[in-house]
Antibody, heavy 119, light 107 residues
C-alpha cells in the first residue's frame, strides 16, 4: 500500500525558509511525478509544483521564484523549500503522487502538515 | 493558467437525493479532468480521473461526464458518508489547477 508522510516544522517565522520532506513507502520515487499542493482558506487548493526522478521540475509560476524541490532516491523521499515566507503562505501542505498518462491525477496523498507563519 | 469554476459553491441535499455538480474550464482541456472528495481535516481522495474513469473502490453511485470545457459529477443516490467537499482539477497542463470546491451538506 502506498503511503506518503509529510514532515517539517509547524511554525515558521516571516522571511524564513520552509523546509518540508515527504517520505514515501510502498512505491519508489524513481517512478511517477511527486507533487506538493497546499490548501488555505483564502486560496483553496493550490498546486506548488512537482519533481521527477530525472531532476525535472515544474513549478507554479506564482511561486517559482521562491520554490525549490529535490529528491533523494536512496531515502525514497522528496523535499520542498519555500523561501521568504509570509503570512499568506500559512496553509495545510500536502505531498501527493501524480500518475502519468491519459488518466493523470493525484492518486495518493499524505495526510498534510499545517504550516503557520508567525513571529 | 486554466481557471476551473465549480457550481454551486454549496448545496443542501437529503439522503437518497440525486446530486449534480458542474465544473467549467476556461479553455478546452479535452478529458483531462479529475474529481476529488475531501472530508474535514483530511487529504482529498481521488474519485474519478479522465472525466469519467471511476477509481477502484469508489462506489458506482458516483459518475463523471463531459469533455472540452464542461464537466459534471453526479451522485445518483446520496449517502450519509458522501457529505463532503468536492473539487475538480485539470491535468491538461501545468500549473495544475483546482476548482474552488462544492460543499455538500445535509438538508
Amino acid at each position: 500500500q502506498v503511503q506518503l508522510q509529510e514532515s517539517g516544522p509547524g511554525l515558521v517565522k516571516p522571511s524564513e525558509t520552509l523546509s518540508l520532506t515527504c517520505t514515501v513507502s510502498g512505491a519508489s520515487v524513481s517512478s511517477y511525478y511527486w507533487t506538493w499542493i497546499r490548501q488555505s482558506a483564502g486560496k483553496g487548493l493550490e498546486w506548488i509544483g512537482r519533481i521527477y526522478v530525472s531532476g525535472t521540475t515544474n513549478y507554479n509560476p506564482s511561486l517559482r521564484s521562491r520554490v525549490t524541490m529535490s529528491m533523494d532516491t536512496s531515502k525514497n523521499h522528496f523535499s520542498l523549500k519555500l523561501s521568504s515566507m509570509t503570512a499568506a503562505d500559512t496553509a495545510l501542505y500536502f505531498c501527493a503522487r501524480e500518475v502519468t498518462g491519459d488518466s493523470r491525477s493525484f492518486d495518493y496523498w499524505g495526510q498534510g502538515t499545517l504550516v503557520t507563519v508567525s513571529s | 493558467d486554466i481557471q476551473m469554476t465549480q457550481s454551486p459553491p454549496s448545496l443542501s441535499a437529503s439522503v437518497g437525493d440525486r446530486v449534480t455538480i458542474t465544473c467549467r474550464a476556461s479553455q478546452n482541456i479535452t478529458t483531462y479532468l479529475n474529481w476529488y472528495q475531501q472530508k474535514s481535516g483530511k487529504a482529498p481522495k481521488l474519485l474519478i480521473s479522465a472525466a469519467s474513469n471511476l477509481q477502484n473502490g469508489v462506489p458506482s453511485r458516483f459518475g463523471g461526464s463531459g469533455s472540452g470545457t464542461d464537466f459534471t459529477l453526479t451522485i445518483s443516490s446520496l449517502q450519509p458518508e458522501d457529505f463532503a467537499t468536492y473539487y475538480c482539477q485539470q491535468s491538461y497542463t501545468t500549473p495544475r489547477t483546482f476548482g474552488q470546491g462544492t460543499k455538500v451538506e445535509i438538508k
